[in-house]
């Protein structure tokens, strides 16, 4: 079958809502390439696999691709992305120029040739996360593993918001914890929180195609028992608190969001309120730039700030609720 392939040549720090922007415009996919120099001395400590091979993309900036059946209004889609695009300022989001090309790939090209490239990825003393395609026996008998196939999702852990995000959990999580995952992508937050012995996990996302990816990526992982994914936001969740259907109790000891830091802006209330006392709350997903914005809210919140980590160019946050 053949696609055509819409790229923006974007940056790091825009690159989640243009993503966002190809689904809702209907991608039936879509690829992220960001800067890759491999002579840059990297932490190896857990093994890491770093295969990827380095590229001419400037660093700070990526390439975004969206696939797009044929029959489908490329110049209507290619309208509408750049409009959003350009929105993006409004919210001091810098998209870089944000040049647009387009061309026809058969299918082969795009889904499944990045599978070469993903890897067995210790992230964390205890979780390592496996590819389904791949076969990898665990080191340790402490070691847990993430069964992933992120699909069209984002979330691999190859990212350094979701890595980030993996370790501060496992420096959080106790055994018995109920969580809270706002925005759960390939529901790979979910699962590791399970693996790290989170009896109950309320797993969160608008996007219906995520849902349904955090849903296959549950099952493969054998925790549809402990884990509920929802197409819902947070807010909506705690307007039902009454409902018996949510799988958790409310307030939990847990919430993690791998959002963009303007998103978490708007919800930090929220967090708070669904909170227990003494509760944290992961906060990721927050590019170098929106770093001391979003402490700022947390702190007038009335959250205390336990923890900031850092990898590349983003901030996760762990936040105690006083």
Known sequence: MIWKEITIHTTEEAVEMISNFLHEAGAGGVTIEEHVDNSKPRDTSLGQWFEIP???????EAKISGYFPEGTDIEAVIAEIKERTEELKEFNINPGDATISVRDVHEDDWANNWKQYFKPLRVSKRLTIKPTWEEYTPETAEEKIIEL??????????????????????????????????GTGSGILAIGACQLGASRVLALDLDPVAVSSAKENTKLNRLEDRIE??????????????????????????????????????????????LQAGGYYIASGIYKNKEQAVKEALLAAGFEIVNTAREEDWVAFVARKR
């Open 149 to 182: 196939d992120p699909g069209m999702a984002f979330g691999t852990g190859t990212h350094p918001t979701t890595s980030l995000c993996l370790r501060t959990l496992e420096g959080v999580i106790q055994e018995g914890d109920e969580v809270i995952d706002v």
């Open 229 to 274: 994914v929802v197409e819902s936001d947070l807010l909506s969740v705690l307007k039902n608190n009454g409902d018996s259907s949510v799988s958790v109790t409310l307030p939990v000891r847990v919430v993690v969001a791998n959002i963009l830091a303007e998103i978490i802006l708007l919800f930090i209330e929220d967090v708070y309120q669904a």
């Open 54 to 60: 380095p590229n001419d993309i400037p660093e700070g």
